[in-house]
């Protein structure tokens, strides 16, 4: 009976311990709010992923967006506000600091990049 509970505390901090390096190991790039990094982790989805948020910064360059989106559904992220890399072949001429958008995320290793993105209809 003691032997058993041991083994049983033991799994317990094994699987602990596996679980806390999986979420770090996944971690995406959260440059604004680093606490929010295991969050992201809940879910994850092939599919691209739907959202909808306000446009803070575009820089057509580097090709990022900052963005501050709604809770998205399909992966399990609270609402944030947070910098996206945007596909190639995105159109980001039409997109401007201030707008309501529509946007798709795809999986992309470790990190999620925006696959379209529109102004809100
Ligand atoms: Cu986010």
Redesign the pocket.
């Known amino acids: 009976m003691m032997k058993l509970t041991m083994i049983a505390a033991a799994l317990a901090v094994l699987t602990t311990a596996g679980f806390a390096q999986a979420q770090g190991m996944q971690g995406m790039d959260m440059k604004d709010h680093g606490s929010m990094r295991g969050m992201?982790m809940g879910k994850q989805a092939d599919a691209d992923a739907k959202g909808t948020g306000t446009v803070k910064k575009v820089d057509a360059e580097k090709r990022t967006v900052n963005l501050a989106?709604g809770p998205i559904e399909a992966i399990g992220?609270p609402a944030?506000v947070?910098d996206f890399q945007v596909a190639g072949g995105v159109d980001l001429s039409g997109v401007a600091a201030g707008q309501e958008v529509e946007f798709s995320l795809a999986r992309n290793g470790n990190n999620y990049v925006v696959t379209s993105i529109a102004p809100r209809r």
Do not use: G
Request: aromatic letters at 20%; charged letters at 0%.
């Open positions: 992201h989106h992220w944030m947070m």
